[in-house]
C-alpha cells in the first residue's frame, strides 16, 4: 500500500487508512507571501526524510494565509521520496496508538501525521488525549512518525479565567501550556500587507492564465479585498470570480 500510494486519511473507529486517490496539485513553488515559513517546514520535513528526529510541528496564525495549503504542497514536493502523509481528524485523535502499530511495522517509510484547523475549546478534554497521544505514555513513539498541525490559534486552546473555581486556577493554565509545548516547532502566518495581497493576486492571475491588465485586475483585486479580506484564500477567490465580476 504504501510502495504505491503517499497520502491517506485515517478512519479511527474501522482502524483504516483510505487511500487519497485524488492528490492536491498545488506546487510548493506557487505560494508566495511564505516564503520564511516555507524554508522552515521544508528543512524541517526534509531532515525527517534524512532518518534525523525532528520536531513536531504547529502552523498558526491568520485564516486563508496558506498553512494548510502548505502542508498538502509537500506531498507533490517530496513525492520521490519515503515521505508518507496521513491526515487524522479530532473525532479520531485519541485512536492515534493504533496508527502508530501500522507505521511501526514500515520503518521503511516516513510518516508524517497531519491534524488539520486544530483547536480546543476551554471546558473541552480533548486536548489531554492529544497530549498523551504526543508523549506516548509507556510505549515509545515510533521514531519514523512526526506531527504536523495547523490551527487559527497561536495556543490551540481558548484560556479565560472568568468564572474560574479552582482554587489553584494557575495550574489549569500550565496544564493547557503544556499541550503547545509539545511542539518544538511553532511557524507563525500572519496577516498580509495589500501590497503583498497584489503579489499574490498577480500569481494567481499567472497560474490561471487570466488575461486582464495589470491596472484593471489590482483595483478590482482592491475592490474585492474591502468585502473580503487580503489574504491568500481572498485572493485565489477573487482570481476564480474574474470572469463574473
Same mark, same amino acid.
Given at each position: 500500500?504504501?510502495?504505491?500510494?503517499?497520502?491517506?486519511?485515517?478512519?479511527?473507529? #474501522?482502524?483504516?487508512?483510505?487511500?487519497?486517490?485524488?492528490?492536491?496539485? @498545488?506546487?510548493?513553488? %506557487?505560494?508566495?507571501?511564505?516564503?520564511?515559513?516555507?524554508?522552515?517546514?521544508?528543512?524541517?520535513?526534509?531532515?525527517?526524510?534524512?532518518?534525523?528526529?525532528?520536531?513536531?510541528?504547529?502552523?498558526?496564525?491568520?485564516?486563508?494565509?496558506?498553512?494548510?495549503?502548505? @502542508?498538502?504542497?509537500?506531498?507533490?514536493?517530496?513525492?520521490?521520496?519515503?515521505?508518507?502523509?496521513?491526515?487524522?481528524?479530532?473525532?479520531?485523535? @485519541?485512536? @492515534?496508538?493504533?496508527?502508530?502499530?501500522?507505521?511501526?511495522?514500515? #520503518?521503511?517509510?516516513?510518516?508524517?501525521?497531519?491534524?488539520?484547523?486544530?483547536?480546543?475549546?476551554?471546558?473541552?478534554?480533548?486536548?489531554?488525549?492529544?497530549?498523551?497521544?504526543?508523549?506516548? $505514555?509507556?510505549?515509545?513513539?515510533?521514531?519514523?512518525?512526526?506531527?504536523?498541525?495547523?490551527?487559527?490559534?497561536?495556543?490551540?486552546?481558548?484560556?479565560?479565567?472568568?468564572?474560574?473555581?479552582?482554587?489553584?486556577?494557575?495550574?489549569?493554565?500550565? %496544564?493547557?501550556?503544556?499541550?503547545?509545548?509539545?511542539?518544538?516547532?511553532?511557524?507563525?502566518?500572519?496577516?498580509?500587507?495589500?501590497?503583498?495581497?497584489?503579489?499574490?493576486?498577480?500569481?494567481?492571475?499567472?497560474?490561471?492564465?487570466?488575461?486582464?491588465?495589470?491596472?484593471?485586475?489590482?483595483?478590482?483585486?482592491? #475592490?474585492?479585498?474591502?468585502?473580503?479580506?487580503?489574504? $491568500?484564500?481572498?485572493?485565489?477567490?477573487?482570481?476564480?470570480?474574474?470572469?463574473?465580476?
Amino acid at each position: 500500500m504504501f510502495e504505491k500510494v503517499t497520502a491517506f486519511v485515517w478512519n479511527g473507529r #474501522e482502524r483504516k487508512l483510505k487511500e487519497v486517490k485524488r492528490l492536491p496539485k @498545488i506546487q510548493i513553488n %506557487e505560494l508566495i507571501g511564505i516564503e520564511k515559513q516555507k524554508n522552515l517546514i521544508i528543512s524541517n520535513t526534509k531532515s525527517f526524510i534524512e532518518g534525523k528526529r525532528v520536531n513536531n510541528v504547529l502552523l498558526w496564525g491568520e485564516r486563508g494565509t496558506g498553512k494548510t495549503t502548505l @502542508i498538502k504542497a509537500l506531498i507533490n514536493n517530496f513525492r520521490e521520496s519515503s515521505l508518507r502523509i496521513i491526515q487524522v481528524l479530532k473525532s479520531d485523535i @485519541i485512536t @492515534i496508538p493504533l496508527l502508530y502499530d501500522i507505521v511501526y511495522d514500515h #520503518e521503511g517509510f516516513r510518516f508524517i501525521i497531519f491534524l488539520d484547523d486544530l483547536s480546543f475549546n476551554e471546558n473541552e478534554g480533548d486536548f489531554r488525549d492529544l497530549k498523551i497521544v504526543m508523549d506516548g $505514555g509507556i510505549e515509545e513513539i515510533p521514531e519514523n512518525s512526526v506531527i504536523y498541525a495547523t490551527s487559527n490559534r497561536r495556543n490551540l486552546l481558548s484560556v479565560s479565567l472568568q468564572g474560574e473555581s479552582e482554587l489553584f486556577p494557575e495550574d489549569s493554565l500550565q %496544564e493547557r501550556a503544556s499541550l503547545i509545548e509539545r511542539f518544538g516547532l511553532r511557524i507563525g502566518f500572519y496577516r498580509f500587507s495589500e501590497s503583498e495581497y497584489f503579489e499574490i493576486v498577480k500569481n494567481y492571475a499567472k497560474l490561471h492564465k487570466r488575461k486582464i491588465p495589470e491596472e484593471q485586475l489590482l483595483q478590482k483585486a482592491h #475592490e474585492w479585498s474591502l468585502m473580503h479580506g487580503t489574504s $491568500g484564500r481572498s485572493a485565489y477567490q477573487f482570481v476564480l470570480s474574474l470572469n463574473v465580476l
